[in-house]
């Protein structure tokens, strides 16, 4: 099935990550052209870059307001312009604390880390969709964002806004000035990623995780980019705006597995 993403103008940001990069590979062989943003993982972003011939990098600290804008100079003077953006970027704390301990200190940097960076990057995009009158925007949120998660107060809550209040209020925007542009999200469950690896390595964790999934393993990069594919495109879901596609086997906020 043909997705209409041949020669469109893509900006992945954190692309250095499992996510953004298998978002790049599927994007590329789509024919799509990329810009791919990183922040601290050089190493990784400059090897895919060498695997995607004729993506480029380009680098910014998405918490600081000059950066992003910066991004999107960048990315519409390398592409000569944008269509689509999946704004991929974010961290998760791996350490676990609960809120009667959490550090405020922790809980801006993860808020900064995760909602601020979509907030820019999401207005940066936008601001080119006022200009061209068209594109579409992809938000990846995470199911901390919608069943919580124990010990990670602050990005459930990044999240949560992430998928809620803030996708809700870009879809009903951006029509004002482009009346067929679309924001969508998709919310991933634990998936294989550097991100998440070192966490997943443990058997213990995986078997408690998958017992509130019906398929009981973690996804992979790839399970999360192909819907982030899907919403990018315009052939595959031209009506579809304001939704939130999650992958994660299945996921419930209860336990269906002794």
């Not at 124990?150 to 009903?172: E, F």
């Not at 000035?177 to 966490?199: E, F, I, K, L, Q």
């Not at 819907?227 to 996921?251: F, N, P």
């Amino acid at each position: 099935m043909d997705t209409g993403l041949n020669g469109k103008r893509v900006l992945v940001t954190g692309a250095s990550g499992g996510i953004g990069a298998a978002c790049a590979r599927i994007f590329a062989a789509e024919g799509s052209l990329l810009a791919l943003h990183w922040h601290r993982g050089r190493e990784r972003a400059e090897a895919l870059a060498a695997e995607l011939d004729g993506a480029t990098l380009l680098q910014a600290d998405l918490t600081r307001e000059a950066d992003a804008d910066r991004l999107f100079s960048e990315a519409r003077e390398a592409l000569g312009g944008l269509d689509a953006c999946a704004a991929v970027a974010g961290v998760w704390p791996s350490e676990d604390v609960p809120a009667w301990e959490l550090p405020l200190e922790r809980w801006e940097t993860t808020l900064r880390l995760n909602l601020t960076a979509t907030f820019l990057t999401a207005r940066g995009f936008l601001r080119e969709v006022a200009s061209s009158r068209h594109g579409s925007l992809v938000l990846v949120g995470s199911t901390a964002g919608l069943f919580g998660e124990a010990g990670h107060a602050d990005y459930a809550a990044a999240k949560s806004a992430v998928v809620g209040g803030l996708l809700l209020s870009l879809k009903n925007e951006v029509v004002r000035v482009a009346p067929r542009a679309r924001v969508n999200a998709v919310c991933p469950g634990w998936t294989v990623s550097p991100m998440t690896r070192s966490t997943l390595d443990d058997p213990s964790v995986l078997e408690r995780a998958t017992r509130t999934m019906a398929l009981r393993k973690a996804a992979q990069p790839e399970d999360v980019a192909r819907q982030v594919v899907v919403l990018s495109s315009d052939e595959l879901s031209g009506h579809v705006t304001g939704q939130v596609v999650v992958v994660a086997g299945g996921m419930e906020g209860r336990v269906l597995h002794d």
